[in-house]
């Protein structure tokens, strides 16, 4: 008789569950409700934070879930095929939170991104406004150091890396006390000072992106101080070609490509330099895929504060104006990062950095559903797509008196009608310049 009818085996499903019985580890894949209601910036996630689970619960009453059941399999005289990654990560989390481990199984000195249970929880303890002086004081101090160290390599000085340390402690103190003033800041660009302003901007992003993953403090203090010096082979490359206005030739294009080996030289011969800088001016333009250069590493290969900092160095360069391309909204970087998840950049790293960064930074020009027109002051930590904000023009793009609103507070216009961000514009849209919106203190306003 053939027993054909005896085999079992496991489907992934899709469970409802009321949001009282979530855990960490599950994958949510539906709401009970439509995505873009909702602070989640991405459809579909593995819960990792209590405080995801404490969203989903004020925001909804049921949610999906994957689940697995056994079902009767008819033919098991074929070889089940070995499960996916995905299958085995997702597999069982009604049941207990599933641990996604790291590809490179690291050892504890090897970096890596803490866990659930290592990772440390940081609170702002003042708010933006409060912090903005300090924070615009370290930012033009450390603007001028970043200026310096390129200059001096340029004419054959050594790397002052007690400088390159204090300034980074700098930054990060400010970070500590307040993640959004500095990331404001990083909104300021100036065109003529691009190479500078690139270096101390990823410097920022890079340690406030560590913050918001959960590393101790040294960790990111290694991780700022290996963003400010990522792209330091540049000293080496000739500044006409840095400045081209135009499309780079061929050979300028190669000449450019050689920045990382550039920056690993320059590094490997300057005194007490870790290895971990020197890892990420090396290979902060490899690619998960292998596409990457100067080595063409494959995803198991590229360190891990390298992954990281490839993220933040591609989102402020396209964020950014220069002499041939002109800077693009913070939302339009996100989505083309996102795209190039698991092709260029690791795919758990990217969600985080969406979520770390917000689809509406500090310093955002947006648009409201009611057609009004603010600039985004402040993040909430708990519903990123609902920020703080300076209410600056009328729903005609008239000039009108300044008000703070908290979106998460206040979800209804003067005519009760649903009050959300629509979407963002560029810098100077509207007549609207941030730079001029802050030196004016509108910052300080809504801090009251």
């Known amino acids: 008789m053939s027993n054909n009818l005896t085999g079992l085996r496991k489907v992934l499903t899709r469970v409802r569950i009321p949001v009282s019985e979530l855990a960490l580890g599950m994958h949510v894949i539906e709401l009970d409700r439509p995505w873009l209601e909702t602070d989640f910036l991405?459809?579909?996630?593995?819960?990792?934070?209590?405080?995801?689970?404490?969203?989903?619960q004020r925001q909804c009453v049921f949610v999906f879930i994957e689940g697995i059941?056994?079902?009767?399999?008819?033919?098991?005289?074929?070889?089940?095929?070995?499960?996916?990654?995905?299958?085995?990560?997702?597999?069982?989390?009604?049941?207990?939170?599933?641990?996604?481990?790291?590809?490179?199984?690291?050892?504890?000195?090897?970096?890596?991104k803490p866990t659930e249970q290592s990772r440390t929880t940081y609170i702002n303890k003042i708010s933006?406004?409060?912090?903005?002086?300090?924070?615009?004081?370290?930012?033009?101090?450390?603007?001028?150091?970043?200026?310096?160290?390129?200059e001096d390599l340029r004419i054959g000085r050594m790397l002052d890396m007690n400088q390159a340390r204090n300034t980074v402690d700098e930054v990060v103190d400010s970070l500590l006390r307040n993640d959004d003033a500095l990331?404001?800041?990083?909104?300021?660009?100036?065109?003529?000072?691009?190479?500078?302003?690139?270096?101390?901007?990823?410097?920022?992003?890079?340690?406030?992106?560590?913050?918001?993953?959960?590393?101790?403090?040294?960790?990111?203090?290694?991780?700022g101080l290996a963003g400010l010096l990522h792209d330091i082979g540049k000293a080496k490359i000739p500044v006409e070609i840095l400045n081209k206005p135009g499309p780079l030739d061929d050979d300028e294009r190669a000449l450019i490509r050689q920045h990382p080996n550039m920056g690993r030289s320059l590094l490997m011969t300057s005194a007490s330099v870790e290895h971990y800088t020197i890892d990420v001016a090396y290979s902060h333009h490899e690619r998960v895929d292998g596409t990457g250069y100067p080595r063409a590493l494959q995803a198991?290969?590229?360190?891990?504060?390298?992954k990281l900092v490839a993220i933040v160095d591609t989102y402020d360069a396209i964020t950014s104006s220069r002499a041939?391309?002109?800077?693009r909204a913070s939302m339009a970087a996100l989505e083309i990062i996102y795209n190039s998840r698991d092709s260029h950049f690791d795919a758990d790293l990217t969600v985080e950095f969406i979520r770390c960064i917000g689809v509406y930074p500090p310093g955002a020009i947006v648009v409201?559903?009611?057609?009004?027109?603010?600039?985004?002051?402040?993040?909430?930590?708990?519903?990123?797509?609902?920020?703080?904000?300076?209410?600056?023009?009328?729903?005609?793009?008239?000039w009108q008196?300044?008000?703070?609103?908290?979106?998460?507070?206040?979800?209804?216009?003067?005519?009760?009608?649903?009050?959300?961000?629509?979407?963002?514009?560029?810098?100077?849209?509207?007549?609207?310049?941030i730079k001029a919106f802050l030196q004016e203190g509108w910052l300080a306003f809504a801090a009251t």
Request: glycine share 4%; charged share 30%; aromatic share 6%.
């Open 42 to 56: 991405i459809q579909g996630f593995i819960i990792k934070h209590r405080a995801e689970i404490d969203s989903l």
């Open 324 to 327: 041939y391309d002109t800077g």
């Open 300 to 306: 198991h290969q590229i360190p891990y504060y390298a």
């Open 183 to 223: 990331v404001w800041l990083t909104k300021l660009k100036n065109q003529d000072e691009y190479t500078a302003e690139h270096s101390l901007n990823v410097c920022i992003l890079s340690a406030a992106f560590a913050r918001h993953l959960g590393h101790n403090e040294a960790e990111i203090r290694k991780i």
């Open 128 to 150: 933006a406004g409060e912090e903005m002086q300090v924070a615009r004081d370290s930012y033009s101090s450390a603007k001028t150091v970043a200026k310096s160290i390129m």
């Open 69 to 112: 059941e056994q079902k009767l399999d008819i033919q098991p005289e074929f070889h089940a095929k070995k499960p996916s990654l995905l299958s085995r990560i997702l597999g069982n989390t009604l049941n207990k939170p599933t641990a996604i481990k790291n590809k490179q199984e690291p050892s504890a000195l090897t970096p890596c």
């Open 368 to 398: 409201m559903t009611n057609g009004e027109v603010g600039v985004v002051v402040e993040s909430n930590e708990s519903s990123k797509l609902r920020p703080k904000i300076v209410l600056v023009q009328d729903c005609d793009k008239e």
């Open 401 to 433: 008196e300044k008000r703070s609103i908290d979106l998460s507070q206040d979800d209804q216009d003067k005519d009760g009608k649903p009050y959300a961000i629509a979407h963002e514009v560029p810098n100077k849209t509207f007549g609207i310049d």
